[in-house]
């Protein structure tokens, strides 16, 4: 590029070896500064430059030797398209820069090579001007390139499934929503962000914890009861975390419509308290099937029965019993069911009932003093119509006062433990036949065994020797011996121990099944 040639202006200048070292100084300078720069005298010729700005502007040396001025040096680069191609934005930017010298002036412009250079223009004490190229390229690219992050970072907010609001954290104003949050709220699209108060849709006390919000801890969504424009209130579940947002902290936080789930939630809680309430009554009836412990005397015999019955859950299949028939006949009833909850508890009362029954019949007499034929009646009953395929464990026995002899049918059941007077355990061992309700007509055998005053029959449930402990092992049979032989005639609630016992076994566990226990103790024989 070449300047036109202007009358050379006389400018006095001090001559001498100290004048040239300045000079030298100065340059050397302006060739080590960054920027290009151009400085003008009152007159507004060139008088100096640096190497920066021959540099940036593709300016060979000869072309600037003469000093051209102000204005034939910004036309000069006009004239080559340094503006653009030939237009009215364009001689408005060069008459921008060329007139009012007298102002602080700054232009930008990018160059058919794509490089984008910012042009400073200032006005010097003494009238003249320096101009400041400097290249601001990588500036500008990085600009863009964070401009076109943040669009696509409001597009694929305004296009997520979810509500979805940016929090100013220093402040707490709203500086962006999308579209699924304007429509939970209620807000119209005519309304800016920074308008909305969040506070009047949410308790302050829930808008504080979003602010709250800190950077590097685990962040805890949770539940708000949220209000829309037309002041109805919905549940939220609020989920915020921390977030950059056009270069300033913001905390991005997802509302998510729960209502139908909540009022799912009250809905199944309330059935949920129906259902205890009538599962409690269901105990509470279950447990008043089952008789008190008694002391007292049949035929010339005194004695003793203490009950336990603890069900696992609610409602549980164990059953105990015992009544009285005639003048003579003690009947002693301890069952288990095959499974645990409420259609155990129903087998288990459909069971209780028929012993009862039978037990209201005229021949009771006859079918309880060899238990068999109660069994055998029972099992029938039970296994008609069986489609759940649940099945009790049952041992029935009865007490013959006249005789002195206990008769007894050991359905499935785990075999009783009998202590002599003596201090021996004896099991009664003999099995009557399978659980009931497995098969119709299957035939029951009695067992026989004599009891002097001083014996006691204890029979229990399998959750009492199949009770775990921590390490899965079984509370077994052997404490049980243990504990029989402990135990003395007359004495006051001794299954209580018994239980205790097992509890401590389990180390605060929950029971895995129902507890069912029923000791019978002849404590006295009187001459008739």
Request: hydrophobic share 40%; aromatic share 6%.
């Amino acid at each position: 590029m070449q300047f036109e040639s202007e009358k050379p202006v006389d400018c006095p200048r001090p001559e001498g070896p100290p004048t040239i070292e300045r000079h030298a100084m100065l340059q050397a300078m302006l060739d080590h500064v960054v920027q290009g720069i151009a400085m003008f005298d009152a007159d507004h010729r060139l008088v100096a430059w640096n190497a920066r700005l021959q540099e940036l502007l593709n300016l060979p040396e000869v072309s600037l030797s003469d000093g051209p001025s102000f204005e034939r040096f910004i036309n000069a680069m006009a004239e080559r398209g340094d503006f653009g191609p030939p237009s009215a934005s364009t001689e408005a930017a060069i008459r921008t820069l060329i007139t009012g010298l007298e102002r602080p002036c700054v232009d930008e412009r990018m160059l058919a090579d794509g490089r984008v250079l910012e042009c400073r223009r200032d006005p010097l004490p003494d009238g003249g001007l320096i101009l400041t190229y400097t290249d601001v390229s990588e500036q500008r690219h990085s600009d863009f390139l964070v401009k076109d992050s943040e669009r696509q970072v409001r597009t694929i907010l305004d296009k997520a499934p979810v509500a979805l609001a940016v929090i100013s954290q220093e402040d707490g104003q709203l500086k962006h929503i999308n579209a699924r949050f304007r429509r939970l709220f209620g807000i119209p699209d005519q309304i800016h962000p920074e308008a909305i108060d969040l506070a009047e849709h949410m308790a302050t006390s829930d808008r504080d914890r979003i602010l709250d919000t800190q950077s590097g801890t685990r962040m805890v969504d949770f539940e708000s009861e949220v209000r829309r424009v037309d002041g109805t209130e919905f549940w939220a579940l609020v989920a915020p975390v921390r977030f950059v947002f056009e270069w300033a902290p913001a905390i991005l936080t997802g509302f998510y419509d729960i209502n139908d789930r909540k009022r799912a939630e009250a809905s199944l809680r309330e059935e949920l308290e129906r259902r205890q309430i009538e599962l409690t009554e269901a105990r509470t009836l279950q447990l008043e099937l089952t008789p008190d412990s008694v002391r007292s005397t049949i035929g010339n015999h005194s004695y003793s029965i203490d009950v336990v019955l603890e069900p696992a859950r609610e409602v549980g299949g164990d059953l105990v019993d015992h009544f009285q028939i005639d003048e003579s006949l003690l009947v002693l009833a301890l069952g288990d069911v095959s499974h645990k909850g409420a259609g155990a508890a129903l087998f288990m009362a459909r069971t209780h009932s028929l012993i009862r029954s039978i037990a209201a019949r005229p021949d009771a007499a006859d079918l309880f003093r060899e238990p068999a034929g109660a069994v055998c009646l029972i099992n029938t009953a039970l296994s008609k119509n069986n489609a759940t395929s649940m099945f009790v464990t049952l041992l029935l026995a009865t007490f013959d006062a006249e005789t002195g002899r206990l008769a007894y049918v050991r359905a499935g059941h785990v075999p009783p433990f009998l202590r002599r007077r003596n201090g021996t355990i004896e099991r009664l061992s003999i099995l009557g036949g399978p659980p009931l309700g497995v098969v119709e007509d299957v035939p029951y055998k009695s067992g026989f065994v004599d009891l002097q005053r001083g014996d006691q029959l204890l029979t229990v449930t399998d959750g009492i020797t199949e009770a775990m402990d921590l390490a899965g092992n079984q509370f077994g049979e052997t404490p049980v011996e243990e504990f029989l032989s402990g135990v003395r005639p007359g004495d006051e609630a001794p299954l209580a121990r018994l239980i205790a016992a097992v509890r401590s076994h389990e180390a605060g566990q929950p029971a895995s099944d129902d507890i069912a226990g029923i000791l019978f103790a002849i404590t006295g024989r009187h001459s008739t």
